[in-house]
């Protein structure tokens, strides 16, 4: 693909609309563009999921987060592009930099949220600049998904669709209706999905409309393969005929997620707007007994799988990272109830551990044949449960005494951030501190959240977010992930468990139940950097591994041996 090409076409569009400059997103509004169709992908060749862009007629500015920082400058013309890292760099900066006094801003109604929306608002009155609503991204119009959805059986979800509903509903107030653009919420509220495809969407091209006291309504362009009595469903191109029918409310949105259209289209059609106080996106975070369990015994399926890969990855004497990521995916689908990956397979060599978001498909295959850090992030959809592990190992003997040192510091910080006990709705920007503190002890940090709620068969990436700036609550029945990492220009380390909060012993507390069982890489363990408390935690974390995957691996000595030699006690 010629993106020079691309952005030059773009630069003609604003010529043709006597504009400036363009907001230009990472997708659209659905959040369903595939790498080499989204916005910011199509012009510049950045494939990272999180990207905010400003084109002007002479400039472009693409603001990433700490994640995406080396990939964006790797992928990208530097003679054309700048590359600054948010949320240090946000939009509004952007904007500041290069408009002048009376320039125009295009802006998509798609493409931007309306809490960006409002803050453009602002930055435009301050310095007089002029802003031109188009009908849609001018390069990419929002894809047309050839997808069905279906919907999720009991066995699944625990609980009925209507209990589910009227959960929502009692939130609201009398003469309140509720938008939804977020797709998890909307998988979780309604028990639906589509059939897993290549970019691990779960539910693209979906929003729904929920009133207080009638059946909801899903708006989607995708074909419903079963009908429910518990919602309506229309196709999206008929959202705002079927808007302007409905009696006259309070609606309440999420400004951080909602586009400028939805809300656009509501005021239109002179409908009250609110900004909701409710997280919606936490519904979905507190599982019941059902998702639980369907989660425990999915666990424990992509565990066997994912040490088969590293055992596989280390003694293997040639072979490269695709081959590896193939490795995983192939094993899965020895299982009746797999069905996808729940996202691209992170596997990478070398050099190419410095990448959070390296993608061997698209940055280069390389060859895994000689000594290295080798690093897998990999997770599976199941039919009623979602996962998400990661590992570092190392390839050779011998490691680098730097090497060892900063997996220990990783290793530490995932250890004390599992052993915790904490008060229940603890904020989640409190848990994240704690994991920090042996990396930011060796002078480093990580540039990206410690941790994400787990999807029940759905979304990877759910509610709640532990990150530095989080004020979601973590409470019992949340199954997350704690992933600490180092990364330098030379190499990364990570390491990932998924983690159930459940009640403890001191009475108002919660604490964790590792639910995943793959060994921690000893070779790169330095013994004498842990604590007695973190090494009995290591040997009995070793111990329960070895003890629930032996017996599944009787017929695979490669495995077996790679098992027992990474869960000695330390």
């Known amino acids: ?15 043709s609309i006597k504009a ?78 290069a408009m002048n006094p009376g320039d125009t801003l295009a802006i998509a109604p798609f493409s931007i949220t309306y809490k960006s929306y409002l803050k453009v608002l602002k930055i435009a009155k301050s310095k007089n600049l002029k802003l031109k609503i188009i009908d849609n991204y001018p390069l990419k119009s929002f894809e047309i998904s050839n997808e069905k959805i279906y919907l999720i059986g009991l066995e699944c979800m625990g609980e009925t669709r209507e209990s589910r509903i009227n959960k929502i509903q009692e939130t609201l107030k009398e003469g309140e209706s509720l938008l939804l653009t977020d797709s998890a919420a909307i998988g979780w509220i309604f028990g639906i999905r589509i059939a897993p495809t290549e970019d691990k969407c779960v539910l693209p091209n979906c929003i729904a409309f929920i009133e207080k006291k009638q059946k909801p309504v899903i708006f989607s362009d995708l074909e419903l393969l079963d009908n429910s009595e518990d919602f309506q469903y229309f196709n999206i191109k008929d959202f705002e005929k079927i808007i302007s029918s409905k009696e006259r409310s309070i609606v309440n949105f999420d400004f951080s997620r909602t586009p400028l259209y939805f809300v656009k289209a509501f005021e239109d059609n002179e409908f009250e707007i609110k900004s909701s106080s409710v997280n919606y996106g936490l519904f979905e975070s507190r599982k019941n007994r059902t998702e639980i369990e369907n989660l425990k015994i999915a666990s424990k399926k992509a565990s ?11 003694n293997t004497t040639s072979t490269t990272e695709i081959e590896i990521a193939e490795f995983f995916e192939n094993d899965l689908k020895l299982y009746d109830n797999f069905i996808s990956l729940s996202f691209n397979s992170i596997s990478a060599f070398g050099k190419n551990t410095s990448i959070v978001h390296y993608n061997p498909k698209v940055c280069g295959n390389a060859e895994v044949n000689t000594n290295g850090l080798f690093l897998l992030d990999a997770g599976a959809h199941f039919s009623n449960s979602t996962t998400d592990m990661t590992r570092t190992i190392y390839r050779g003997e011998n490691p680098d005494e730097e090497l060892k040192i900063i997996y220990s510091a990783v290793l530490r910080s995932v250890i004390i951030f ?35 709620g787990i999807g029940s068969f759905g979304n990877v990436h759910e509610h709640p977010r ?25 190499f990364g380390i990570r390491l990932e468990n998924m983690l159930l909060t459940r009640n403890s012993i001191k009475q108002g507390f919660v604490e964790f139940e590792t639910l995943n069982y793959i060994p921690f890489c000893r070779k790169l363990i330095i013994k004498d950097m842990f604590s007695n408390f973190e090494l009995e935690w290591l040997n009995r974390y070793h111990k329960k591994v070895y003890e629930t995957l032996e017996n599944y691996l009787k017929d695979d000595e490669l495995t077996l041996n790679w098992l027992k030699e990474n869960t000695r006690e330390i």
């Open 466 to 490: 532990i990150s530095p700036t989080s004020l979601e609550e973590i409470m019992k029945d949340m199954v997350l992930t704690v992933e600490p990492g180092i990364y330098r220009e030379d």
């Open 418 to 452: 599992s052993s915790m006990r904490f008060p229940n709705a603890s904020k989640a920007c409190y848990l994240d501190s704690i994991a920090r503190f042996f990396i930011w002890n060796k002078g480093y940090d990580y540039h990206f959240g410690t941790g994400h």
């Open 304 to 314: 066997l799988s994912f040490i088969k890969t590293l055992a596989f990855a280390e």
């Open 20 to 97: 400036d400059a363009i907001l230009v997103a990472m997708n659209n509004f659905f959040g369903n563009f595939k790498s080499e169709l989204s916005g910011i992908r199509y012009i510049s060749g950045f494939s990272g999921s999180n990207g905010r862009a400003v084109v002007y007629k002479n400039k472009a500015l693409l603001s990433v987060d700490g994640r995406y920082t080396k990939q964006a400058t790797d992928q990208t013309n530097s003679e054309i592009w700048t590359i600054r890292e948010f949320p240090e760099f946000d939009t509004i900066k952007m904007i500041e930099e």
């Open 1 to 15: 693909m010629n993106f020079e090409s691309n952005l030059k076409e773009l630069r003609k569009f604003l010529d």
